[in-house]
């Protein structure tokens, strides 16, 4: 190769590492002129990142329980029933289909600001039907709208600048009261089986590492399943068993406690099977406040 051959693919290399370089520099600015939660704007966030984007602005060191998890989170404990019945500070960071790397990434992310001392972690996340190349993606895409919140928060850059107005922004600490009735119909579905569901490799690596996250911030796991005929079953709760036996961590699964909970599918079903409405929530949110007051220490806020 000749000299002037060289100096030209040197050349192209440089311009190529300052258009990235340039490229890099124009996403970062516009990531933090647009990121709500810089601004302390959660209310100009909507669609399925509202409810971690409000954890997330939250004032520090007030949130003593996490939630996390995909839709079946969202419904699965009231923070109002949880401070109501034993004063505990409790929040619902959850996304329709959180993956277990936007779990992580979000837990992460809070452990900055908050310093919660129980982390309830729903284990639908953990069992939905994928592949470890889906999950790869998934994690992938999740951790460059992390690093760059300009991919994340892009559609939001109207109402950031007041062109729109700000969507309707009403929650319950991260929680949607649910009051719609549509009955599940199926009959029973967690008939007991040896067979095993198998946890995606990729699920258990994040798992893994919110587990080390929480060990360094004395925080304490729990896997939580809510009730949904739709999505669980006897196999699934085998494999989410079996790992929480391996890791060490308490397991409470509501789908084996239909009866003890006086869930009445009849009345309790929001959308015939997939999730609960609130009159479930309320069942299980008061045995969720028995049992963490009991086994864990958590200050009573009613009064502050």
Not at 138 to 161: Q, V
Not at 166 to 189: A, I, N, R, S
Request: aromatic content about 10%; overall charge negative; charged content about 25%.
């Amino acid at each position: 190769m000749q000299d002037s051959d060289k100096k030209n693919n040197l050349k192209g290399w440089i311009e190529l590492a300052a258009y990235l370089v340039f490229i890099g520099a124009i996403l970062t600015v516009l990531s933090v002129l647009i990121d709500p939660i810089k601004w302390n704007r959660p209310d100009l966030v909507n669609g399925r990142d509202k409810f971690v984007a409000s954890a997330l602005c939250e004032p520090e060191d007030t949130i003593d329980v996490l939630i996390v998890g995909d839709s079946e989170a969202a419904v699965l404990a009231s923070p109002q029933v949880l401070y109501d019945d034993e004063g505990i500070s409790a929040y619902v960071g959850s996304q329709v289909g959180q993956r277990a790397c936007e779990t992580y990434l979000f837990v992460e992310e809070m452990m900055k600001k908050q310093k919660p001392k129980v982390l309830i972690i729903e284990t639908d996340l953990m069992v939905l039907e994928t592949t470890t190349l889906r999950e790869g993606v998934l994690s992938g895409i999740a951790i460059i709208e992390d690093k760059c919140s300009i991919f994340r928060y892009h559609n939001g850059w109207k109402e950031m600048l007041g062109i729109n107005p700000p969507p309707v922004y009403t929650h319950e600490k991260g929680f949607d009261v649910l009051t719609k009735v549509e009955p599940y119909t199926g009959g029973e579905y967690m008939i007991e089986t040896e067979d095993k569901y198998v946890i995606n490799g990729p699920v258990k690596y994040y798992i893994g590492k919110i587990k080390k996250l929480c060990e360094e911030n004395d925080c304490e796991i729990i896997f939580v399943s809510s009730p949904s005929p739709i999505n669980m079953n006897y196999a699934k709760h085998n494999a989410i068993q079996e790992y929480s036996e391996e890791i060490g961590v308490p397991f409470i699964d509501f789908n084996l406690m239909i009866d003890e909970l006086e869930i009445d599918w009849n009345t309790d079903a929001y959308d015939e099977g997939d999730h609960v409405n609130f009159s479930a929530t309320q069942k299980q949110t008061h045995y969720l406040s028995k049992y963490l007051k009991e086994n864990y220490d958590l200050p009573d806020h009613r009064g502050e």
